[in-house]
């Protein structure tokens, strides 16, 4: 009798039940090329020279979109993003604002100067990059502090 069983259950039948997992895997792969096509990486590269003042009451960008960063150094020297590009004065300034307001427009993006200024910088230098930003037609500026003491 246990020879009957043993005979039947090797025989078994064929239709075994197994999970195709090929919609799954197709799944996701989709949902991977959706967030890293919806997402959007905003790099600010960051002049390590220029300490920005500490602001208690300070709001972290919710968009950094559109930013022409222009860093301001303590002795009063400006300097685009990536630190290559120097400014001798404010003309030089004004087009380099320029240049960069036209590559945002075509964007789609409303150009903001992101103010780097280090703590120590005297603000007539602060208005210099105002008055040329403004002058090249962008007249919204955001200043970059600390949100709190960094050591």
Do not use: C, W
């Not at 020279?49 to 960063?69: F, T």
């Not at 400006?78 to 120097?86: K, M, P, V």
């Not at 037609?137 to 709190?148: E, H, P, R």
Request: charged share 30%; aromatic share 8%; no cysteine.
């Amino acid at each position: 009798m246990a020879s009957n069983k043993l005979r039947r259950a090797a025989q078994g039948s064929d239709d075994e039940l197994q999970v195709d997992m090929s919609p799954m895997i197709d799944m996701v792969f989709l949902l991977l090329i959706f967030f890293i096509v919806a997402s959007t990486v905003i790099v600010v590269k960051q002049d390590p020279k220029v300490e920005p003042p500490v602001a208690d009451k300070s709001k972290k960008a919710k968009d950094g979109k559109g930013r022409i960063v222009i860093n301001v150094r303590k002795d009063g020297s400006f300097y685009a993003e990536n630190t290559n590009i120097t400014f001798a004065d404010a003309d030089a300034i004004e087009k380099y604002v320029k240049e960069k307001k036209l590559v945002e427009d075509a964007k789609g993006l409303k150009p903001i100067i992101h103010l780097r200024g280090d703590q120590g910088v005297a603000f007539k230098y602060v208005r210099t990059v105002i008055r040329a930003s403004a002058k090249a037609g962008v007249d919204n500026v955001v200043f970059s502090v600390y949100g709190f003491e960094k050591n």
